[in-house]
């Protein structure tokens, strides 16, 4: 990086980063020179860090006051609700923030995609979010199985046994997850454990997937490579993060009504009904951010095949900067591929609409026609488009107007001003 | 080109939604109370709440059980809030099993505030087998464990009519409009001035659904009222510091040529 060595200025300063240059790292993370047309899609990142904050403390203190054990965890969460002070708040903040937390991801998620963020140099950056969201997906679902309800057991239930579908050893994997011989006491207590234990990793992964950020620097809406520092930069403090405070402030308002006035909307009202292995809910859900993976495992009348396929929705992902094979990163200069990845946002939404509907009739015709295009569009559509795809001329920097045609204002700033 | 996109997201999603009446047509929808608790800043009515308590007391609670509620929340802040005198009647009205003494037996006193409320079965096994087989839910957070929270649980409770014809029904069996399934076990237990209340509230069935309703909707959020105080006062901070940090930004971003 082209940044200048630092240098503390006091001498008990200069004496300790020589040991341990965290004074180095803060004032690299101070001045690192960010595009200065990053829009808001960008200050989500931001955002996931104060989520994932905002689980692991609200987190900890609940579980100061649950109680994992199949006899006492529903009572355990009343408990919190009702005798803990502030009890109510912290898990409601818990709850929805799983709900936030996934919001963020899946528009972090979509803005690199519609910016080719995931491209080269920055496919390990990618990577490494993609691991993040498997773990987020993993934390989330055995969160989801801690209060005890009937959507938690059925839940777990309905997951657990996914794992039968692996021939030969299926079954014997899946006692081995439960620890017993059905979703029981063991199950919930080692969700419990997990559910602890995933969150620190995910901080590890942050550490490593903004670590690999700082390697290239930023992608930005203009998708190019841009000089660092330069004047198409802005050192980080104090523009990011003031901008990054401010939209984290409006998504905590967001947040906030979810919290205070409406604490139950995004969750199922069977889980306030205590476990019980006898009785199936009429509909097994799980939480709306999982709902697309849902719709893709029962589009498959065969088990197996909807739990390869339901992986292979998320594992495809990680391929994805080499299905790509347009030059052009950002979607603003790719008019065919920018249609194409409006047909697959819409087309992800409906998988998660039909996900919470029954398997039957138009909604499993809706389920199939949204997986096979969930598939065409990485696999063919991607490799087919960049292929052939004619890309709009592009800037040759953030300031400056485009390659050809310089009689045009600077496309750049056009382009800033539209996304 | 981006705007034109987004409208085609909107109106597929629209779309979408409009789709969902052909999967739930076979139930009815609930009759929607404006109750007040609902809003923004919708707090129980307190002498609904009084008189709710009177009625789980003489009518539900001979067979639900409301096992998370203690006799102390009864006068909490936000909920029917008696007095403490009358916390401590109420609570010693009812003979409560407590031990082991200092012999290794169990031995019954009069309730204090502290204890939960007194359930009517030992265990979901007795409660179920003295109910031809149907368990009578706990109560404590029924509201919230019911799709349509008050205003479903409020329908079901003046929902009951005779069965259409071609409509049998087993013995113990009642049929109910708004019940899901329309097949009920509990029987219609509330008929006009089945409960004298004590603030000489006519007791009618709407007006006995109404405050039973509102009873339990406290007794599965007994913070509603302070969850919407706080939230007004943390929504209105959070906009200022927004505005603020707004300013500041723009202020931050006007050395460089950048629009935020």
């Given at each position: 990086m082209s940044e200048q060595e630092y240098v503390p200025k006091s001498k008990v300063g200069k004496w300790f980063n020589d040991r341990l240059p965290l004074l180095t790292l803060g004032a690299h993370l101070t001045d690192y020179p960010t595009p200065k047309n990053l829009n808001y899609w960008w200050t989500f990142g931001g955002i996931l860090t104060f989520c994932l904050i905002t689980q692991i403390v609200t987190g900890i203190v609940l579980a100061m006051h649950y109680?994992?054990?199949?006899?006492l965890a529903f009572a355990s969460v009343e408990h919190i609700m009702r005798d803990v002070n502030y009890g109510w708040l912290i898990r409601y903040i818990h709850s929805n923030g799983a709900s936030m937390f996934f919001l963020a991801v899946y528009i972090h998620i979509f803005r690199s995609l519609f910016y080719g963020s995931y491209k080269s140099p920055r496919e390990v950056i990618w990577i490494i979010g993609l691991m993040i969201y498997l773990l987020m997906m993993a934390a989330a679902f055995m969160g989801y199985v801690l209060p005890w309800g009937q959507m938690s057991f059925w839940g777990a239930t309905v997951i657990t046994n996914l794992f039968s579908a692996i021939p030969l050893v299926g079954d014997s994997i899946t006692t081995w997850l439960w620890?017993?011989?059905?979703?029981d006491n063991p199950t919930l207590n080692r969700f419990f454990s997990l559910h602890y234990l995933i969150p620190f990793l995910i901080l590890g992964l942050v550490v490593l997937h903004i670590w690999a950020l700082h390697v290239p620097g930023n992608n930005n809406p203009v998708g190019i490579d841009i000089k660092k520092p330069s004047k198409d930069t802005v050192p980080f403090h104090p523009y990011i993060t003031i901008k990054d405070a401010f939209a984290l402030l409006v998504f905590m308002i967001i947040f906030a009504g979810f919290v205070f006035f409406t604490p139950n909307v995004l969750g199922h009202s069977d889980n306030y009904i205590p476990a019980n292995p006898l009785v199936t809910p009429a509909h097994i859900v799980p939480e709306w951010y999982l709902l697309p993976f849902y719709a893709i495992l029962r589009s498959v009348p065969d088990k197996l095949g909807g739990v390869i396929l339901m992986f292979s929705a998320i594992f495809i992902l990680f391929v994805l900067p080499w299905l790509d094979t347009s030059k052009v990163r950002s979607a603003v200069f790719r008019p065919i591929y920018r249609q194409f990845f409006w047909i697959l946002v819409i087309d992800v939404l409906m998988l998660g609409y039909v996900g919470a509907m029954p398997a039957e009739g138009i909604y499993l015709v809706l389920a199939r026609v949204g997986t096979i295009y969930y598939f065409l569009h990485f696999i063919v559509v991607m490799p087919v488009v960049g292929y052939l795809e004619k890309t709009d001329p592009i800037p040759m920097s953030i300031s400056e107007p485009v390659l050809t045609g310089g009689a045009e204002p600077s496309l750049a700033r056009k382009v800033n001003d539209k996304v | 080109m981006i705007k034109s996109n987004i409208k085609l997201l909107v109106l597929s999603f629209l779309l979408l939604i409009s789709l969902r009446p052909l999967q739930s047509a076979e139930m009815v929808d609930p009759i929607k109370v404006d109750w007040s608790f609902k809003g923004l800043t919708g707090t129980f009515d307190r002498a609904s709440l009084q008189r709710g308590f009177q009625v789980y007391k003489e009518v539900c609670a001979s067979c639900h059980s409301m096992q998370y509620l203690s006799y102390r929340n009864l006068g909490e802040p936000g909920g029917p809030e008696f007095s403490e005198q009358e916390v401590k009647a109420i609570a010693a009205s009812f003979e409560i099993e407590d031990g082991p003494d200092s012999q290794g037996e169990m031995f019954t006193r009069p309730g204090k505030p502290s204890d939960k409320f007194k359930s009517p079965y030992p265990n979901v096994q007795a409660a179920t087998a003295a109910n031809g087989g149907a368990y009578p839910p706990d109560m404590s957070v029924l509201v919230k464990a019911r799709k349509g929270g008050a205003n479903y649980i409020y329908s079901v409770l003046v929902g009951y009519e005779d069965p259409p014809p071609g409509v049998t029904l087993d013995d113990g069996v009642y049929y109910n409009k708004y019940m899901v399934g329309n097949k009920i076990k509990m029987p219609n237990n509330l008929m006009d001035g089945l409960v004298e209340y004590a603030d000489g509230t006519e007791s009618t069935v709407d007006q006995m659904a109404k405050d039973v309703t509102t009873f339990l909707a406290w007794a599965a959020e007994p913070e509603l009222e302070e969850r919407h105080r706080t939230g007004v006062k943390v929504i209105i901070y959070l906009a200022l510091l927004t505005t603020l940090v707004y300013l500041s930004m723009k202020k931050i971003w006007s050395r460089v040529d950048t629009e935020v």
């Open positions: 109680v994992a054990h199949a006899d620890g017993a011989y059905s979703v | -």
